[in-house]
């Protein structure tokens, strides 16, 4: 009797125990779901596709540079060290253009120095502007590089490419090289039409503002992105290899000459030199012009010394009565006539 009480006794316990363990283990089942980590799931592509997209250092460049404008355009000029060293570099009096000119100072809102080498890098940095530095692997651009040298034409191509990148990411611009002097804000000069392609300085004006026969000038130039301009500059750079010795300005102009412009359909306009001009033509109107360019001039140090006296120039014509500015004359570039003969 004994006996079948205890096996009696150790039944009901047993099954008490599973009848615990079954609660205590579904309970912790469904428990340990409030604990689970929920699977990934993917964004749908809608909203996927409006994630923000990381820029690279350029492209930050070009934004904080167009910040200030409606239609994205920007001003550029190119730079290396033997810019930005020297009792007087050619950046610094690039900038006192800016300075000086009449409707320019904020102008520097827009623009954007490109540094070849890390030292005009720096300098830019130093003077709080938008500041952009190229890379150009196994080259170095940080000397002068004297006019038509192997190591300019190759600065000059590099320029090219680049410019032909900003281009492809939707940016107008105008290009200038640093030895132009902005006297006035060239905007009003301009064609702002969206129609208008390209708008580029001449050494010498023919006096038609359409004609191909005027001869471009590279170192000021207002082109808008589109198909047609990036078109322009791949057809412009793939030409590098092909014409040894020739600076990327000459090929351009015979690709103009050999009737690219008119096969890519662009809308190129000559600008005349009474508004920008050069030392190859003067401007004839110092109450007009707007900016003047070091061209038809071999070094550096020849362009800061003639340069400098436009200035001089410059600030002496705003003195003169209105009516007396017709005797004005500009001082002879004798520093870069004579720079050829070295």
Not at 281 to 294: F, I
Request: proline residues 3%.
């Amino acid at each position: 009797m004994d006996m079948q009480k205890t096996h009696v006794d150790c039944a009901v316990y047993l099954l008490l125990i599973f009848g615990i363990s079954v609660v205590l283990l579904s309970d912790f089942s469904h428990n340990a779901s409030l604990f689970r980590l929920p699977k990934a799931h993917k964004l749908p592509p809608s909203r996927a596709s409006n994630m923000p997209v990381r820029r690279d250092e350029l492209e930050e460049a070009l934004a904080a540079a167009a910040a200030s404008t409606t239609d994205k355009t920007v001003i550029i000029a190119i730079i290396n060290k033997a810019y930005v060293e020297g009792d007087k570099p050619m950046l610094d009096l690039f900038l006192d253009g800016f300075w000086l000119g009449e409707g320019t100072r904020e102008l520097t809102n827009q623009l954007l120095i490109v540094a070849m080498d890390q030292t005009s890098y720096e300098r830019c940095r130093f003077l709080r502007l938008h500041c952009y530095k190229l890379e150009t692997e196994g080259v170095d651009f940080m000397g002068e590089k004297v006019y038509m040298s192997a190591d300019f034409i190759k600065m000059m191509w590099r320029r090219t490419l680049f410019l032909g990148d900003v281009l492809r990411r939707g940016y107008n611009f105008i290009f200038t090289d640093t030895d132009v002097l902005w006297l006035r804000n060239p905007f009003p000069y301009l064609n702002t039409n969206k129609t208008m392609d390209l708008q580029i300085s001449t050494d010498k004006f023919n006096g038609k503002e359409w004609s191909e026969s005027n001869h471009i000038n590279t170192g000021f130039y207002m082109i808008r992105s589109n198909n047609k301009t990036v078109a322009l500059f791949d057809k412009w750079y793939a030409l590098k290899d092909t014409t040894p010795g020739q600076k990327e300005q000459d090929v351009l102009f015979d690709l103009m000459r050999q009737g690219l412009f008119r096969q890519l359909g662009l809308t190129v306009r000559f600008l005349n030199t009474l508004y920008f001009s050069g030392f190859c033509q003067d401007s004839r109107n110092v109450m007009a012009v707007a900016t003047v360019h070091a061209n038809c001039c071999r070094s550096i140090s020849a362009k800061l010394g003639d340069l400098t006296r436009v200035i001089h120039d410059f600030r002496r014509a705003r003195r003169f009565p209105p009516n007396a500015t017709s005797t004005f004359r500009w001082t002879n570039h004798t520093a870069c006539r004579n720079s050829w003969r070295d």
